[in-house]
């Protein structure tokens, strides 16, 4: 073991002594080009072996192996990160993210201290602030940048990141940074930065503001500019994207090509292409952008491959192409290559194992061999696929019924929420195993918990005269998800609530939940569709409802929708909350203003009540709450999940 960390430690040093070569050479010519490649082996070299890094700046003050073990820990808490929207980040992921970031505070420090890439350390310091959505410590940063490092551009494109919109910024903040960038850039800096400032305008407009009309002006004028070619593909991509956002997708086709044609060895810019020949009815074309795509290395051509695949692997009907399953398997044996861990291709198995069982003529061998190598990997749709297979093609045998119960265990401990009602199904007749009350209670119960409405009904029967032990069950399924990420079990108790499951229904007990919900703002993107959900029912429902708490309940939520629009205003209050409802507000708004109108038809209000009372039938309306870029229609894969 010894020898192996030597090993890797050698290495290591060999990468740190070749960092330190390149900062060199950017100091002595500080262009583009050279900060590029010192960016590049910084990146590549915080992705080598924690030990190994760890031994490097044990043995060593050397400042290049303090950056490279932090920007190692900056790469996990990003990777923990995601890019999705905060909401969405589970409270185990804030963990770690929180645990590295700490980890590569003081690190980043010393490499300051020890005047190696300064810029680079403190860009990363900001980065974490942007993720803890603390401008103000942000800017404290860049003050430091200004002092100590004021001509690293990627320091400047962060704080580009932290005064746009979306992050709690304005345009006047982005324009004031452009004003001063002449003082401490050259000229050729000066003009990428004005690029990713246009870049910035019109992706925020184009998918915040959802004008692309106005968004085209904005990215033309950054293309107007004398950049590098890489930085001109970005802006290429962006208006291709915004162009099919106007359903001109052949030109945006066509502008994707230019961006492939100046970066042909960026996966991502061969996907984008795919996608909107793919939208343009260029089906033949965008099967060639993934396969180049594919040909690649890394995360944009693990997804040209898996896209390659799916392009064959649905009927006609849905995409235009007939069916091919030789091709199919062929694209997603390459995503399966390409895959980045063992669950990524246990699901590009269980892909090619649907392959040859759905498609005639079928080979049932090759499809058991894929769920099965898929399953053992831990994938719980291949086992319950493969289970399901099993009592298809062997539902006499003794022994091919034990090992269903036993795959179906697998994925219902995966969280398969069907294969847990069958393994109660089953457990309950005594097929594939020892007939078990208490086993088949305990999975039905899970299920329950997990949203199957079979076994909410079971659970609720159960439970229909022990209102006390319903409730008590009911507030452990709050519990539940309150520490995690899904809302499945939520929408399960509001809505079990509201139909009566636990004898009357209980508005005042369901709404009640939503209003605890909505009131932890990192959770809110999900909770507006909760509350949204509730709202619908009450609407569709009047006769069941109770008017009068409920109207009070609906204040109430309205106060708590409003208190969030009334921060992205006044930007009091932590940064974090600030910076998000500012991020969300106009979701807040559409909420607000549905409320608004709820409250003043319901019942309890004099006029409202006149209206209903009169007019009556169900309260109808339609608010978009969630807009966003254009998207691929989702396509459902048939399967016996």
């Not at 980040?89 to 420090?109: G, N, T, Y």
Request: proline share 3%.
């Amino acid at each position: 073991m010894n020898a192996i960390l030597d090993h890797h430690a050698a290495g290591a040093d060999s990468a740190l002594a070749g960092l330190e070569k390149l900062w060199a050479d950017y100091l002595a010519d500080e262009n583009d080009a050279t900060r590029k490649a010192f960016v590049d082996a910084a990146d590549a070299l915080a992705l080598a072996p924690y030990d190994a890094l760890a031994a490097a700046a044990a043995q060593t003050e050397r400042s290049a192996a303090q950056l490279a073990l932090a920007l190692h820990h900056c790469a996990k808490a990003n990777a923990h990160r995601g890019t999705t929207t905060v909401d969405r980040v589970s409270r185990k992921d804030w963990q770690a993210i929180e645990f590295h970031q700490q980890a590569a505070e003081p690190l980043l420090r010393r490499a300051i201290e020890l005047r190696f890439a300064p810029g680079m350390a403190l860009a990363a310091l900001m980065r974490r602030e942007q993720i803890n959505g603390s401008r103000s410590a942000a800017e404290r940063l860049f003050d430091e940048v200004l002092e100590i490092a004021p001509r690293w551009l990627p320091a400047w494109r962060s704080i580009q990141g932290v005064r746009e919109p979306r992050w709690g910024g304005t345009v006047k903040d982005m324009n004031a940074l452009l004003d001063i960038a002449p003082k401490h850039l050259a000229a050729a800096d000066v003009a990428i930065l004005t690029a990713n400032h246009w870049w910035w305008r019109a992706n925020y407009t184009s998918t915040w503001d959802d004008d692309a009309k106005a968004a085209l002006p904005m990215i033309e004028r950054g293309l107007a500019l004398d950049v590098p070619p890489r930085i001109r593909a970005w802006l290429l991509d962006e208006k291709g994207a915004i162009l099919s956002r106007m359903d001109r997708d052949a030109e945006a086709a066509q502008v994707t090509r230019e961006a492939v044609a100046l970066e042909p060895a960026d996966a991502e810019y061969h996907h984008h292409l795919a996608q909107r020949l793919r939208w343009s009815g260029n089906l033949d074309a965008a099967a060639v952008a993934y396969t180049d795509g594919a040909a690649l290395g890394g995360e944009h051509a693990y997804e040209c491959a898996r896209a390659l695949g799916d392009l064959y692997a649905y009927d006609s009907k849905t995409e235009g192409v007939p069916r091919d399953r030789t091709r199919a398997v062929v694209g997603y044996e390459r995503a399966r290559e390409l895959a980045a861990d063992d669950a990524t291709r246990a699901r590009c198995l269980n892909w090619i194992g649907l392959e040859w069982s759905e498609v005639e003529p079928h080979d049932y061998a090759r499809a058991d061999a894929a769920f099965a190598e898929a399953a053992a990997l831990g994938d719980r749709y291949a086992a319950r696929n493969l289970a399901l297979m099993l009592k298809k093609t062997h539902a006499d045998a003794a022994d091919a019924q034990r090992r269903v119960t036993e795959l179906l265990t697998i994925a219902a401990r995966g969280g398969s929420v069907a294969s847990m009602r069958d393994l109660a199904e089953r457990h309950e007749s005594g097929v594939g195993c020892n007939a078990d009350a208490q086993a088949s209670a305990a999975w039905r119960r899970k299920a329950a918990v997990h949203g199957d409405v079979t076994s909410l009904g079971a659970q609720a029967d159960a439970h229909a005269a022990e209102r006390d032990t319903a409730r008590a069950e009911a507030t452990g399924w709050l519990a539940m998800a309150e520490s995690g990420s899904d809302t499945v079990p939520v929408r399960t108790l509001v809505n079990a609530l509201l139909e009566g499951r636990y004898g009357n229904a209980d508005h005042v007990a369901a709404l009640g939940i939503v209003q605890q919900v909505l009131g932890n703002e990192e959770r809110a993107d999900a909770d507006l569709a909760i509350s949204k959900t509730v709202l619908d029912y009450n609407a569709l429902a009047p006769k069941q409802r109770d008017p009068k708490s409920t109207l009070a309940a609906l204040k109430s939520i309205r106060k708590t929708v409003d208190g969030y629009i009334k921060s992205a205003q006044t930007g009091k209050g932590e940064d974090h909350v600030v910076a998000y409802a500012k991020l969300h507000e106009a979701r807040f708004r559409a909420l607000s203003a549905e409320l608004a109108e709820l409250i003043r038809t319901m019942p309890g209000n004099t006029w409202g009540a006149f209206f209903w009372n009169w007019f009556g039938g169900p309260l109808k309306w339609s608010v978009n709450l969630f807009r966003g870029a254009r998207a691929w229609p989702a396509i459902r894969r048939p399967n016996w999940q």
